[in-house]
DNA sequence: ATGAAAGCGCTAACAT
DNA sequence: ATGTTAGCGCTTTCAT
């Protein structure tokens, strides 16, 4: 194991001191060229590696990010981190990350971790059973840039970004009643998550705006798993006067719907139309297509990130916490693309 | 923004000294229970957070893990890392996450980054550019542990873990002919991938086994996406002597045939059979099911976490690399299940 | 059982 | 344009 070489050895060779290597390799201002070239040169020659650690104590500064998470290997949240990750990248950030499976306690846990590595910001996206947010107020007071994306803390004063679900759900269904279907079914998921809260209320604006009738009958709150669906769909088809459509506030349920009534030769779409929302890999590479509602999770990770820098870069304090609400695009497959309109 | 409170803090407080107070806070030996009560309670009282820079400084240490992938947001790669982050993060450790998008520059970059942040481990599965490897050399020489997972480095001494590609195509094809299908089509990747390449010899080895002719002319190397799979399909059903099953090294090219095929309205599997490989999510949810090999990717991760923290904990140089190789496992799904056999 | 002192490698304030 | 000095917060000898 080689021994490294620091930025002293660097200056001995030199017959210069630490200061001078330090600014040399850090390009400022008040150093001669020829000093810097021929630092850059050695440093080269050894293949000097600056250590990030000892840099960090000193400028309290680690250059890293932490980002908390349910889980890392699901579509949306994989896809926020990688569009997190490319951006920072590029700012020279490191990204650690953290899964907490919903687990308060683990969220709790690298909060701390987090805070004890002095990480210059943290994003999150809460789990299930947070509903307190102490951990989070102590991320504040240490001035770290804190940042909320999808699954939010209300109470918090700090940035948060999320998508609208109201208006995905909203232009969902205003696509399957433009499409001529008229009875349009619900499946949703348990009303004390605020994002299927606002699903279903932008189902039932969207009835309302149309003049349809709100039949609390076919609005199903379930699990939202593949199984759920096709369950659900079997209980909505064999009722005396079963939906033209169903709309899910689940890419799975709605996959469910879809097998049982393909399974059940239903015409899809021109008996029946189905529309999902997240726009999961497989909406677009099951047979039809299905139409789901995208949450930009590349871009939301993205801007997440952009905004993290922001704050980072004018300091605890001159920043203005904002909340930021993404407009969800509809992604129209063949699932809802009935030929025979009104 | 509150003061942090430094060990230096709670010595004073105690009229004691900043070592007592660490080796009271580590609970090492040589302090009285009295003294290490006292320490703890002040730093209770104070939330006192430590300063992992500064330890890792001093100890040499980081506590942190840094792992490479080509892509975060892809089911296999994202529930690798869900596996690592797990297993490491009960023994104490970070995890950076490091997505190179399968370019050799970022790769090279990734690799200095970590090693500036003094991480104490590296997981790499490597980018389809790499061909060199000094970048990897640098890491074992600066003594830290270095270990390659699916993507693995032939030419390097370090451990490496893997699934059995071969196996698993030799798996996937005697299942297919078992079945009765007796012209089976391959779909592979580029030859200088070391998966690829076992994966096209497990399928020859298995063809050979049975008997059965290998013939060049429907064995395909294309670039495993959808659209591939979808032209290549439709180039082999227009052959004189078309395939009776198609065996794809990927899961998006099997199923890019799969739709192709549905869309002439073969019957899956009865006339034609497809067999991918990785086990994506979406196999299980598309229909037909498709049949796939499941390459145990949390498994790996964790597996992977453990080797490494073997290592750490052995220290360099202690410890054998190792090749470890994982059986994969077949997932037979209606794709495949032929009901009329030989 | 505790303390004193040195130093990990770097940066920044203050000289010259 | 460069050097001197101090110290970031912790750990670790070596004393006592």
């Known amino acids: 194991m080689k021994k490294r070489v620091t930025i002293q050895d660097l200056a001995k060779e030199l017959n210069t001191t630490p200061s001078t290597v330090s600014r040399a390799l850090r390009d400022l201002p008040g ?12 440093a080269k020659k050894y293949d000097y590696q600056p250590n990030a650690i000892a840099s960090g104590l000193r400028s309290g500064k680690s250059n890293t990010l932490g980002v908390i998470v349910p889980r890392v290997n699901r579509d949306f949240f994989s896809s926020v981190i990688s569009g997190i990750e490319d951006v920072v990248f590029e700012a020279g950030y490191n990204v650690i990350i953290c899964q907490t499976h919903d687990r308060l306690e683990k969220e709790q846990q690298y909060i701390n971790t987090l805070l004890n590595g002095r990480v210059d910001g943290i994003l999150v996206s809460l789990g299930l059973e947070t509903r307190e947010h ?20 209300e109470e918090m004063d700090v940035t948060k970004i999320m998508i609208d679900d109201f208006d995905g759900s909203f232009k969902a269904v205003s696509h399957l009643v433009k499409m ?49 669906g096709k369950r659900d769909a079997e209980r909505l088809m064999k009722m005396d006067n079963p939906p033209d459509a169903i709309f899910s506030a689940s890419d799975y349920s709605a996959l469910g719907a879809l097998l049982y009534l393909k399974e059940k030769t239903y015409e899809i779409p021109d008996q029946i139309g189905v529309v999902g929302f997240s726009n999961e890999k497989f909406t677009s590479l099951i047979d039809p ?28 304090g001159n920043f203005v916490p904002r909340k930021i609400i993404l407009n969800p695009k509809l992604l129209i497959r063949r699932s809802s693309q009935r030929k025979v309109k009104i």
Request: aromatic share 10%; net charge negative; charged share 30%.
């Open 134 to 153: 102490c951990h989070f107020e102590k991320v504040v007071e240490a001035g770290i840039s804190l940042i909320f994306f999808d699954r939010v803390c």
């Open 289 to 316: 297509g299905l139409t789901s509602v995208d949450q930009h999770s590349d871009e939301l990770g993205k801007y997440c990130a952009e905004l993290f820098l922001e704050e980072v870069n004018r300091g605890a």
């Open 180 to 228: 001529g279907y008229n009875r349009i079914a619900h499946f949703g998921g348990p009303d004390f998550l605020n994002v299927y809260r606002n699903r279903k209320d932008g189902y039932i604006r969207a009835l309302e705006k149309s003049n349809l009738k709100i039949d609390e009958r076919i609005i199903i709150q379930n699990d939202l798993t593949v199984e759920a």
């Open 31 to 42: 150093i001669s060229e020829a000093m810097k070239e021929a630092v850059r040169e050695l």
